[in-house]
């Protein structure tokens, strides 16, 4: 079964500082990419970053990159200097080769705060 | 560049009342079109996708229903609305690639309250 899993409801974080929002995933597909996106309070879904399970490098987007541990099956954003319209949801997303469909997190809610 | 449309941006409407959303890309051609739900507080349902012109695939049983009647337009409907109908309405569009990278990128979205 695809899974994904974001265990943080809600994080807060100060205004510079670096945050990671944590997300694990289920899989038995070795082939599968891994996304993340941002939704602020406007509503639209911002796509930040993307993992391919075989990437061997991390990801990186400007100042978002993904701490993939594949072995964990894990897949963390970390967003550094933390600005305060970073203050948003964020979700983690999975697509398996073999499942034509994304499987979307519950989401994490970040606050920056000045 | 690619561009999607969504409209309306807001929409309150009666319990029992007909209902049409309507998503248009731009830029891009054949692409994959995907309409989601998505309940205050809560993560994304897909609620249908669709791969090409008149194929539309329901992941859910519910009172709506989704056409695709030109390439790059998408439209959800329903013909008598429940209040559990109320929610927030993203459509997205992906390039359709068979692999993993297929990325999904998401309208602004309509925000429909049913009274």
């Known amino acids: 079964a695809q899974k994904i899993t974001q265990t943080q409801p809600g994080m807060f974080v100060q205004e510079k500082e670096a945050v990671t929002l944590d997300c694990t995933y289920d899989?038995?597909?070795?082939?599968?990419?891994l996304f993340w996106y941002k939704q602020p309070s406007s509503g639209e879904m911002i796509f930040l970053i993307y993992q391919g399970s075989y990437d061997q490098q991390n990801a990186t987007e400007g100042r978002y990159s993904l701490n993939f541990q594949k072995a964990r099956k894990s897949a963390n954003l970390v967003i550094s200097a933390s600005q305060l319209g970073d203050s948003a949801m964020y979700f983690c997303?999975?697509?398996?080769?073999?499942?034509?469909?994304?499987?979307f997190g519950p989401g994490t809610s970040l606050s920056v705060i000045p | 560049s690619q561009t999607i449309h969504q409209w309306p941006a807001t929409l309150v409407q009666p319990v029992g009342s007909p209902l049409s959303l309507e998503c248009t890309v731009e830029?891009?051609?054949?692409?994959?079109l995907y309409w989601y739900r998505q309940a205050a507080g809560r993560g994304l349902q897909l609620l249908f996708y669709s791969v090409g012109i008149g194929q539309i695939s329901s992941e859910v049983p519910q009172n709506l229903s989704a056409s695709r009647p030109q390439d790059r337009q998408f439209i959800l409907s329903s013909k008598k609305l429940l209040l559990s109908d109320s929610g927030f309405y993203l459509c997205a569009w992906s390039a359709g690639l068979a692999q993993s990278t297929d990325t999904q990128y998401f309208g602004p979205g309509t925000r429909l309250t049913v009274l």
């Open positions: 997303a999975m697509r398996a080769t073999s499942y034509d469909k994304v499987i």
């Open positions: 830029g891009t051609s054949n692409p994959n």
């Open positions: 899989t038995s597909d070795p082939s599968y990419g």
